[in-house]
């Protein structure tokens, strides 16, 4: 996901190719040569792949955890690696980047929330379970991309091997249609405008399924909430996001994201 905020453009995670990613971008309306910051959430290669390219290629800073960083296959220059430690916010150019810990199997992988000092967005994926600490960071949020990774009777019944299925369902694995749900329903409140469903499992989910979950949720609060799923294979509509309604983007201060 792309976040462009005054002079700061960041890409959360970077596991497609370069290529790809330039593609992406363009197709967005964006340059990828115009990033800032890369922050990665942890270490699997869907997404860091690229993190050492895009640091040597176009010198743009390359943050994560020290567990990631030291587990990256392809680690950025020393000079552009930055360490980000979970509950600390890290302040740039007109966004604040915070790194919340989460429960997955990789080495000290991270959720972030971004705020420009007028509204905030998360994007969380991988995990397996939710804690209190989660929730708690996860406030007062204008947009949220979530993970809806897979339904549980799909996984089941489908064609992975058990222990992969025994991975996946555990508190260390994804979450499923269910636990997006319940945390969407901890979290949700009426400014709540934007939300992304991510991470889709392309053999133990559908659209559908994610969909009816989240709706569930947001009909029954009366949510006015915009849903959308995460594609694997193109670039979202960019969600801009003003300080208080959306409105016609003509302020010069507001944050914008593109899920890419």
């Known amino acids: 996901m792309w976040v462009d905020a005054g002079a700061t ?3 959360i995670d970077a596991g497609l190719p370069l290529r790809e990613t330039a593609r992406r971008c363009k197709g967005a309306g964006l340059d990828v040569r115009d990033l800032t910051d890369v922050f990665l959430t942890h270490e699997h290669a869907d997404h860091s792949h690229a993190a050492g390219i ?3 290629r176009l010198g743009v800073r390359v943050h994560a955890t020290r567990g990631t960083m030291r587990s990256l296959r392809d680690p950025p220059p020393e000079e552009l690696r930055l360490a ?3 509950g600390v916010p890290l302040r740039l150019d007109g966004l604040t980047v915070t790194p919340i810990a989460l429960p997955h199997d990789a080495w000290e992988p991270v959720a972030y929330v971004v705020e420009d000092g007028a509204t905030r967005a998360a994007v969380i994926t991988d995990l397996g379970s939710v804690n209190r600490g989660i929730v708690r960071a996860l406030h007062q949020l204008d947009a949220l991309v979530l993970e809806m ?3 549980l009777r799909m996984l089941a019944e489908g064609p992975y091997p058990w222990s992969l299925k025994q991975r996946i369902r555990s508190d260390r694995g994804h979450l499923s249609n269910e636990q997006g749900a319940r945390l969407l329903q901890e ?3 009426g400014g709540l405008r934007h939300l992304v469903l991510a991470h889709l499992s392309e053999h133990n989910n559908t659209e559908s399924h994610a969909r009816r979950a989240a709706e569930r949720v947001l009909e ?3 949510a006015c ?3 959308c799923v995460g594609s694997q294979s193109r670039a979202l ?3 801009l996001l003003e300080p208080s309604r959306a409105l016609p983007l003509r302020r010069a201060r507001q944050l914008a994201l593109f899920a890419v």
């Open 9 to 11: 453009r960041i890409l």
């Open 54 to 56: 895009l640091a040597r």
């Open 84 to 86: 980000v430690r979970a």
């Open 149 to 151: 990774n897979h339904d």
């Open 187 to 189: 979290i949700l409140h």
């Open 220 to 222: 029954k609060h009366g």
């Open 225 to 227: 909430t915009r849903l």
């Open 237 to 239: 509509d960019p969600v």
